[in-house]
């Protein structure tokens, strides 16, 4: 099994001072990753040329591949505050790939390296939640050789690696009726990269009442959205796929979960799909 790794890093070739640039560092970070997976990850950066715009070249090769590893270098030297930050770029890639890899299962396809003296609580939402990353010196990289081997072969350890999906439209829209009733219909597109690989699509979603507690998820399902116009009610239907039967598709409602005695629920809408290897379906 090859799995692809998105580097993301610094490309800043001059030195800090008399230590190593950030692109020296991101080379050797690449040979030992190489090394410790025995080849079976496969390296790729944002570097190449590309006849688009960059947002979009770093999004496709995002989504093109297994997880993210982020390298987070002393950039930027804050005066007031005396700390370190990284680089914006490396920051940005990282919150966007995190974006785009939440909703799978397990969620955590970020993964990354700090180097000494970087601030920690400025590494941005993919690392908000207190995750524990392996620190290393620029001087001695080799320090950190033993932290990178064992990273490498818990990642390769991973069961599977579910290339995410691309949400390419959400649209909202709220109707507000005149005795007070409101009605809000919420409409995703997607793109399925591949169909021979995937298998579901989920979205979580939260529904309230701040005045009194709702009815049960059960409930609002059975309740009919013309019959009982003023009772609270939950539907889900599936529109359309392009070049695929609607019939390969389902959708289900899971981990839902009751919050606030009643007053609020959550819960994820899963569409699993059983797809031929035809045509990309949408």
Same mark, same amino acid.
């Given at each position: ?107 955590? #396809? ?7 003296? +970087?601030?920690?609580?400025? /590494?941005?939402?993919?690392?908000? $939640?207190?995750? =524990? ?103 889900? #239907? ?7 039967? +609607?019939?390969?598709?389902? /959708?289900?409602?899971?981990?839902? $979960?009751?919050? =606030? ?22």
């Amino acid at each position: 099994m090859s799995l692809r790794m998105f580097f993301s890093h610094s490309y800043a070739d001059e030195p800090m001072g008399a230590e190593v640039s950030d692109a020296k560092v991101a080379k050797e970070f690449r040979e030992m990753i190489r090394e410790f997976s025995n080849s079976q990850i496969e390296v790729v950066t944002a570097r190449d040329a590309k006849a688009q715009g960059i947002p979009d070249h770093i999004a496709q090769l995002i989504d093109n591949c297994d997880f993210v590893f982020c390298l987070f270098t002393k950039r930027h030297h804050d005066p007031i505050g005396q700390f370190w930050l990284p680089s914006q770029y490396v920051l940005s890639e990282s919150a966007f790939a995190a974006g785009r890899y939440y909703t799978l299962d397990p969620w955590k #396809r970020v993964y990354g390296f700090v180097e000494d003296g +970087v601030d920690r609580s400025q /590494l941005g939402i993919a690392f908000g $939640r207190g995750l =524990r990353l392996p620190s290393f010196s620029r001087t001695r990289l080799r320090d950190c050789e033993n932290d990178l081997r064992i990273y490498i072969q818990d990642i390769l350890q991973q069961q599977s690696f579910e290339r995410p999906v691309i949400a390419t439209r959400v649209h909202k829209k709220v109707f507000v009726w005149r005795d007070g009733f409101v009605e809000i219909k919420s409409k995703y597109g997607f793109l399925i990269v591949d169909p021979t690989e995937f298998k579901e699509f989920r979205r979580r979603h939260v529904m309230w009442r701040i005045r009194r507690r709702l009815p049960s998820i059960s409930d609002m399902m059975a309740s009919g959205s013309t019959s009982c116009i003023h009772q609270p009610f939950f539907h889900r #239907r599936l529109n359309q796929c392009n070049g695929q039967p +609607v019939s390969e598709f389902s /959708l289900d409602v899971q981990r839902i $979960r009751e919050e =606030r005695k009643g007053s609020e629920w959550s819960f994820d809408v899963v569409c699993k799909v059983n797809l031929r290897p035809t045509r990309v379906g949408r």
